[in-house]
């Protein structure tokens, strides 16, 4: 079945120094892949979405390009603040109406 | 304001004993979802709902219930809870599955003793 497979967490960065969170994906057919965001407390919120191949979402700063070919949709940001402290969580969805989430990671950007 | 509402935000209850959780929201959306989410695991699929009187399972089914009965609302029901349920759920909607955002409620806190 369809799967998110995200890197663990958590990861602890200095302010201003650039993010990655790597996420890879498995799924039949063509999925629309999400980065949602979670801060303490909170529910989730859309970050960015891709609905085909090659597209790069983008928002905040944060981007992330939709690549077929590695089955990735890595999450990036050149300067992270301290206000990026948060849960980020990619997601999948294809044409099975099922929505699936990776297991989230922590992020923590330190002053 | 466009929202998902979840009620109650906090529960303690005892195993066995039957409760609902509500879950509404005012986007007139025709998909809605009930997640639970759990360290470690992530956000996990419980049922989900196409429109109004149809429904399907999600991942991890065992032990809800859930029913659609009007667009706005998506009540969630554990007939007779037990601890593995213990858990944070977030109900969410969107206007269609495919290449839409979901809009997440506030979360509801449930811990069975």
């Known amino acids: 079945g369809d799967s998110v497979t995200q890197m663990e967490g958590p990861v602890t960065l200095s302010e201003e120094a650039f993010l990655t969170i790597n996420c890879t994906y498995t799924?039949?057919?063509?999925?629309?892949l999400f980065w949602y965001v979670q801060y303490p407390g909170e529910g989730l919120q859309l970050l960015l979405k891709?609905?085909?191949?090659?597209d790069k979402g983008s928002n905040k700063g944060f981007e992330a390009t939709y690549r077929k070919e590695t089955t990735s949709f890595h999450l990036e940001k050149g300067s992270v603040q301290v206000s990026d402290s948060a849960v980020y969580f990619c997601?999948?969805?294809?044409?099975?109406?099922?929505?699936?989430f990776g297991t989230g990671t922590r992020l923590k950007v330190l002053a | 304001e466009a929202q998902v509402t979840q009620n109650p935000r906090y529960l303690i209850t005892v195993t066995g004993k039957k409760l609902t959780v509500t879950c509404s929201q005012n986007?007139?959306?025709?998909?809605m979802s009930w997640y639970r989410q759990d360290p470690g695991l992530g956000l996990r699929q419980i049922y989900y709902?196409?429109?109004?009187?149809?429904?399907d399972k999600g991942d991890v089914p065992e032990g809800y219930k859930v029913s659609r009965k009007e667009k706005r609302n998506f009540p969630l029901i554990l007939e007779s809870p037990s601890p593995n349920q213990t858990s944070l759920y977030f109900c969410?909607?969107?206007?269609?599955?495919?290449?839409?955002?979901?809009?997440f409620g506030p979360g509801t806190r449930l811990t069975v003793l």
């Open positions: 986007m007139n959306h025709e998909y």
């Open positions: 891709a609905t085909k191949a090659d």
């Open positions: 709902s196409m429109n109004v009187e149809v429904t």
């Open positions: 799924a039949t057919g063509y999925p629309s």
């Open positions: 997601a999948l969805t294809s044409g099975t109406y099922k929505y699936i």
């Open positions: 969410a909607s969107s206007l269609m599955v495919a290449y839409n955002e979901q809009f």
